[in-house]
């Protein structure tokens, strides 16, 4: 199956499906030439992630997951509707898991500026934030940390305490909206503190990319195997892919 993201992000449900369905073949592509996608246009995206799948598709995938929630929120419907006969499962954002397990409290939603303005984000949002604060916290300059392979970095931790500085005292949990930040996850904690739990939807993701595949007859018990490639030339960003996957 093939799973695609605007970079390294991705890599994050790359991890679990493969710890959910070892057995299956990934062909995984990140488009690091052109991240990020949170800081462009809705066109521009759908145009990027509509060039970049289509060269996957030709390589006859079963399946497909958009392992980014900007392209997700961007071209999911686009994309179904272009390859009605392959299964296609983006990613949405956990605030159905932290509603559910944090109802009553404030919940932070760090994703980047095209998710949060997307429509398909203000329903989802507007679905939970009755009962519960709810707050949109954009991350600027966070993808491109991670796609240096800083995610856990120094400069990392100073823009996340900047970042988080007007929530302090505010938040019961976090939910990841952009598949990158699970890669900032210690950086994260260390900011907000234990007390503050980090969701993402990758384990949703994949668990939804089972069922759909075992509904099919299509799951694969073989010996597995993962591709990683990357729209950027350089070796180096092989070896963060590499390094990401195992860590």
Not at 99 to 128: C, N, Q, S
């Amino acid at each position: 199956m093939a799973v695609f993201d605007s970079g390294v992000g991705g890599i994050s449900v790359l991890r679990h499906l493969r710890r959910l369905m070892p057995g299956e073949r990934y062909l995984y592509f990140g488009d690091s030439a052109n991240a990020p996608y949170g800081t462009k246009t809705r066109d521009e995206v759908e145009s990027l992630t509509f060039a970049a799948v289509g060269r996957l598709m030709a390589r006859g995938v079963k399946a497909l997951v958009v392992a980014c929630n900007t392209a997700t929120s961007a071209a999911i419907q686009d994309l179904r509707e272009a390859y009605p006969d392959t299964i296609v499962i983006g990613i949405e954002p956990a605030l159905k898991l932290a509603y559910d397990r944090y109802h009553g409290g404030g919940i932070g939603v760090m994703a980047t500026p095209m998710t949060l303005r997307e429509e398909k984000f203000e329903a989802l949002m507007h679905r939970y934030d009755r009962s519960c604060r709810v707050y949109k916290i954009p991350a600027p300059g966070l993808v491109e940390l991670v796609e240096r392979g800083q995610g856990d970095s120094k400069e990392a931790e100073s823009l996340l305490r900047a970042l988080f500085a007007p929530y302090q005292g505010r938040l019961d949990a976090v939910v990841l909206g952009c598949t990158h930040y699970p890669f900032a996850a210690k950086a994260i904690s260390r900011v907000l503190g234990s007390g503050v739990a980090l969701l993402d939807g990758g384990d949703g993701t994949a668990r939804e990319t089972r069922r759909r595949l075992a509904e099919a007859g299509l799951l694969e018990n073989g010996a597995g195997e993962v591709i990683l490639t990357n729209s950027l030339p350089e070796g180096s960003i092989l070896e963060l892919s590499r390094k990401l996957l195992e860590e």
